[in-house]
């Protein structure tokens, strides 16, 4: 077994937080120190938090800033094993037993008896359940890797309680069984995230197994640092009043309050519209960017004018 | 740090959080692993170990202020100092010593009250009212009675001594109240979640016309868990897989991938429906109370519920939608009473119910929800109209806050709905209301 390097960025919380912030993604302390434990620990994240803010993003930087390929498995209800962890490609199987008849034939020539034609026959029974014939899913493949990948599986509120089951025994050991071809252990323990909306609740061992990090709407100042590193051309004076206004929208009783994604894509738009700051007006008009249901944005609209001034208000 | 750690883990379960043996062990390697330098980085390690969702998360974070405190070391750190934690080995101190703490306060007077307050046992407090109890003892242990004969004869001596005795009281008095601090912070981390908890027990299982102005406060919080904790019992459609019948048409679909040879077998599922529920609610006299707190608990399910519609009656029946979603809920019950005023005429309502448009809204897939002690005021009990909807609907369940002694006599019809109905059941607290609704939501997974 060689000795498993955690690689430079990985080995101190603060290293962490800059490599993510290379890449683009502004992490919290809470979301540095939970990597870090997960990494060198050895154990699966579980994050769960609001529509929005960050999570399968979170995978996607990570792998990015520590040059790891991605693998990613988008969970559903009914999803199996086979879409997960590997499946066998029978097409080709059959296929190939077609084209290599021939051989076939020449094969069991020499033998007389049946007994003797299922003897030769059976040395190369394995040949059709080879690593040839193998078709490998995300997980299995982020436990191939040989330096090192990261997992994410996406969503694993939506699967069901069969899948979770199976991964259970895969995050605790970190390999797949193959009962043609063996035990795959992986090499390099992949970094697992799991994200979920929170949509149902998940099993007790699945929990208990994870390390479990929450990422809630950020404070103001985090979100300033999240739009000006995806809108690099704002105004500073916009993006406070950007970020104030969201902030209060925030605190009203909405379905869906708007996420750090929608707060990046009214930025953008009002960068668009060449806004220098806002006024009632384009607010109204623009809202359909910040919020997607018609009650909210019915019951925003009107608010609107009181909003603006409260968020604009320094330090009140 | 082990004892450290494993007394927080127990003030956490304490507090309701569930936190198992496994997530303990990883909680010391994890620590062993971070080190606890820094603070920040301490308590989002624990909580990212300890607290598995956002509710657990808040109370961690909540108890890991109170638990590692700034100023005075954690409640079982000093434990590992050496002192022995029973009672019977707390050494108490002499009289200037106890002088001395009480005038300099600081690190020493905190530790010395701390490992007092610990082997009296403060860490088994659970309800505010022990806490004098506590004190008592912790001040006992420090040493206390040697100062207190110290000043019954400074006393008695007279105005000699006067300065040295107030001096005595005033330090007595600092001592005291230390102490009371101490052992009120004891109470915080292990008593008051547990007496919460307790409370909302209590509460949930008393009659519900016997609650008070202060236990209705309570309701909501407790109508809002129990929202909760039912619509993540049934959260999901579950879409039954029927093992034993296979599709045969999607089989020979697959199939065709693969040259004829069904490698996959398609087997056939039935998709299990979101509820429907129509509630009817009798909103006279006595039962309106019940109604408050059925309708509180349905409208905080109402994401679980594709389709529940509300109607009240007393002499007439009302649709209550409206009303419910545009006022608060006080004043949605007084506005709903004030309609549907006038004595109560079940056969009416029913009337009402089925033999206007809004007969469409009992479909199969509907569970009808009566609420109310069917006392009709001898009216006609119209029970063609019960036989249609038990006709119609999945399920009739009825809900009689009446005790079952009463049912049948004087203008009580219950005896003549019962046929027709799938459950009828009594129910006077909420917790009843809890599991017959529980009942409605599981008959559909």
Not at chain 1, 245 to 262: C, G, W
Not at chain 2, 36 to 61: I, N
Not at chain 2, 157 to 176: H, P, S
Request: hydrophobic fraction near 40%; charged fraction near 30%.
């Amino acid at each position: 077994m060689t000795i498993y390097q955690i690689p430079k960025p990985l080995t101190s919380i603060d290293g962490i937080t800059e490599a993510l912030a290379s890449v683009g993604y502004i992490s919290t302390q809470a979301i540095s120190t939970t990597i870090y434990l997960a990494v060198n620990l050895r154990k699966p994240v579980l994050v769960e938090g609001p529509a929005g803010v960050g999570k399968t993003d979170l995978a996607q930087s990570l792998a990015r800033a520590l040059g790891f390929p991605l693998s990613r498995l988008q969970c559903y209800e009914g999803l199996d094993e086979t879409k997960a962890l590997y499946e066998w490609k029978y097409g080709k199987q059959l296929l190939y037993t077609q084209i290599l008849k021939e051989k076939i034939h020449e094969l069991t020539e020499g033998a007389g008896t049946l007994e003797a034609s299922l003897k030769k026959l059976g040395d190369f029974q394995d040949i059709f359940f080879s690593r040839e014939f193998l078709e490998p899913r995300p997980i299995l493949r982020a436990m191939e890797q040989k330096t090192g990948s990261v997992l994410l599986v996406d969503e694993i509120d939506k699967s069901d309680e069969e899948f979770e089951a199976l991964l259970l025994e895969i995050l605790s050991e970190y390999q797949v069984t193959i009962p043609e071809i063996g035990t795959i252990a992986a090499q390099v323990p992949p970094i697992v995230i799991l994200t979920s909306n929170n949509v149902r609740e998940l099993g007790d061992a699945l929990k208990r197994r994870c390390l479990h990090l929450h990422i809630g709407f950020p404070e103001q100042a985090r979100e300033q640092r999240i739009v000006r590193a995806r809108v690099p051309d704002i105004g500073q004076h916009l993006l406070e009043q950007i970020v104030a206004f969201v902030d209060k929208v925030r605190a009203e009783k909405l379905r869906k309050p708007p996420s750090i994604s929608e707060t990046v894509d009214w930025a953008r738009t009002l960068v668009l519209l060449h806004a220098e700051e806002l006024d009632p007006r384009i607010v109204q008009d623009t809202l359909g960017v910040l919020l997607k249901r018609q009650s909210d944005i019915a019951e925003i609209v009107d608010k609107v004018d009181e909003l603006l001034v409260e968020a604009v208000a320094p330090g009140v | 740090m082990e004892r450290v750690l494993a007394a927080f883990v127990r003030a956490l379960r304490a507090a309701g959080s569930p936190v198992s043996t496994a997530e303990t062990i990883d909680a010391v390697k994890a620590v062993a692993f971070v080190g606890y330098g820094d603070r920040q980085v301490l308590k989002d390690t624990l909580g990212a170990v300890l607290a598995k969702s956002e509710t657990e998360k808040h109370t961690h974070d909540a108890l890991f202020e109170l638990y590692f405190n700034r100023e005075a070391p954690p409640p079982e750190a000093l434990e590992d100092a050496g002192q022995g934690d029973s009672e019977a080995e707390f050494d108490d101190l002499d009289v200037e010593s106890l002088m001395n703490l009480a005038a300099n306060g600081g690190r020493n007077a905190a530790a010395a009250i701390e490992q007092a307050a610990a082997a009296a046992g403060a860490e088994n407090i659970r309800f505010a009212t022990q806490v004098p109890h506590y004190v008592r003892r912790t001040l006992q242990l420090l040493g206390i009675d040697h100062l207190d004969q110290r000043i019954l004869e400074g006393l008695q001596k007279g105005k000699a001594d006067e300065k040295a005795t107030q001096a005595m009281m005033a330090a007595r008095e600092t001592l005291q109240r230390r102490a009371r601090e101490q052992v009120q912070r004891y109470f915080e981390i292990y008593g008051k979640s547990a007496t919460e908890n307790f409370m909302n027990d209590v509460v949930a299982n008393r009659k519900i016309e016997k609650l008070s102005e202060h236990d209705q406060a309570r309701m909501h919080t407790l109508v809002a868990k129990l929202a909760k904790r039912l619509a993540d019992k049934h959260a999901r459609r579950r879409k039954l897989k029927n093992r034993g019948v296979l599709d045969i048409r999607k089989t020979i679909r697959r199939a065709t991938a693969h040259d004829g040879v069904p490698f996959d077998l398609a087997f056939k599922f039935k998709k299990k429906d979101r509820p429907k529920i129509v509630v009817l609610c009798d909103v006279s006299g006595s039962v309106a109370r019940y109604v408050g707190f059925l309708l509180m608990l349905l409208y905080a399910l109402h994401e679980k519920v594709a389709d529940l519609r509300a109607f009240a009656f007393a002499a007439h029946l009302f649709d209550v939608d409206e009303t419910l979603r545009n006022n608060e809920f006080e004043t949605a019950m007084t506005q709903i009473i004030r309609m549907c005023g006038g004595t109560t005429d079940y056969g009416k309502a029913l009337s009402d119910l089925m033999e206007t448009e809004n007969s469409d809204i009992i479909d199969r897939r509907t569970t009808v929800l009566v609420l109310g002690d069917a006392r009709s005021n001898y009216g006609n009990p119209r029970l063609d109209l019960v036989r249609e909807i038990a006709d119609r609907s999945k399920r009739i369940v009825w809900l009689n806050p009446e005790i079952p002694s009463l049912w049948g006599f004087g203008d009580s019809v219950i005896n003549q709905y019962r046929p027709f109905c799938t459950t009828l059941t009594h129910c006077a607290t909420v917790a009843d209301i809890e599991r017959a609704i529980d009942d409605i939501l599981k008959a559909y997974d």
